[in-house]
């Protein structure tokens, strides 16, 4: 099975602190990359796509390792709403696998 | 209204019965797939569909089968459910057949099997 590699947390943290996630995948050949979040008993969304040269949306930056197959997700001055699952998710031949989730709790 | 439309929401049934879950969508997207989720196993591929005379197993599919009725509809069957079976199913479109990696899902179809 091609593996995507997540650590399932949960990491708590403080509201204002910045956390970092990190996913790791087996498949060399894999095509694209990206974050999805999960709320807990909802569907999953789209949080970002993550490029080679890392990009940044807000408060959160993507950066992917080619070389090493892995991916991180940093979120920075972390808020109440950011609690939730974080997905790494890979793009093999046109189908998506997903990683299992990182759990994120940021309290008051 | 939801562009990615799962029924029923939440289904209990007994073993051995055919079940049947059905997903529509308004997204006009070519790519349909359907997902189950489980605790700590995550989101698993059953089956996938790039248009309506394409079917493509993924990495669960047995005990499964699919019908792409039409572009806009995808239902999934089950024809003797078991228990271990029981789970949450997430239906799922993306627009492009070169798919960058967005899916819209719906809302998810919880399936409990006695």
Request: glycine fraction near 6%; hydrophobic fraction near 30%; charge should be neutral.
């Amino acid at each position: 099975r091609k593996e995507v590699e997540q650590d399932p947390g949960p990491f708590n943290v403080p509201e204002g602190a910045t956390v970092a996630f990190n996913c790791t995948y087996s498949n060399s050949a894999s095509q694209s990359f990206f974050w999805y979040r999960q709320d807990c008993r909802k569907e999953p969304k789209l949080l970002m796509s993550v490029y080679s040269s890392g990009n940044e949306d807000g408060r959160f930056t993507a950066q992917l390792n080619r070389a090493s197959q892995y991916i991180s997700l940093l979120i920075r001055d972390s808020k109440l709403s950011d609690s939730a699952t974080y997905l790494c998710v890979v793009n093999e031949y046109s189908t998506l696998t997903f990683g299992k989730g990182t759990m994120l709790l940021v309290s008051p | 209204d939801a562009d990615v439309t799962q029924t029923p929401r939440n289904r209990i049934t007994k073993t051995g019965k055919r079940i049947m879950l059905e997903c529509s969508q308004t997204k006009g997207h070519d790519r349909m797939y359907w997902y189950r989720q489980d605790p700590g196993l995550g989101l698993r591929l059953i089956y996938y569909s790039f248009d309506v005379k394409d079917i493509n197993k993924g990495e669960i599919s047995d005990g499964y089968s699919v019908s792409r009725q039409a572009q806009a509809k995808f239902s999934l069957s089950l024809e003797s459910a078991i228990p271990n079976q029981t789970a949450l199913y997430f239906c799922a479109t993306s627009p492009t057949r070169d798919s960058t990696g967005e899916l819209f899902f719906g809302e998810g179809s919880r399936l409990t099997v006695l």
